[in-house]
């Protein structure tokens, strides 16, 4: 999808998506902290505002983000019940 973003399966490095996230979910993020991805087997999508730019002398910032976002991305996959993407909606 042309101006949306990816998963990266080829790095050992946390990414915005997890590791959990199917190969066909796409999303953005924004150099302040922000995420948007939506993964359509699930039927799911995660919207994550935060303000990196409030505290920009902290070390490292970005790659503490980017382990923030990588821990949401799948936290929000394992909040999901077992099946969900195949059962009706209104189970989920």
Request: net charge positive; aromatic share 8%; glycine share 8%.
């Amino acid at each position: 999808l042309l101006g949306w973003d990816s998963p990266d399966t080829s790095t050992v490095e946390p990414t915005a998506y997890g590791r959990l996230l199917g190969s066909n979910a796409f999303g953005h993020t924004g150099w302040t902290g922000t995420q948007l991805w939506i993964d359509p087997a699930r039927d799911l999508f995660l919207v994550f505002l935060t303000n990196r730019s409030f505290s920009p002398r902290v070390g490292h910032s970005i790659r503490e983000l980017r382990a923030v976002r990588s821990r949401l991305a799948d936290a929000t996959v394992n909040a999901l019940p077992q099946g969900c993407a195949v059962v009706l909606k209104a189970a989920c």
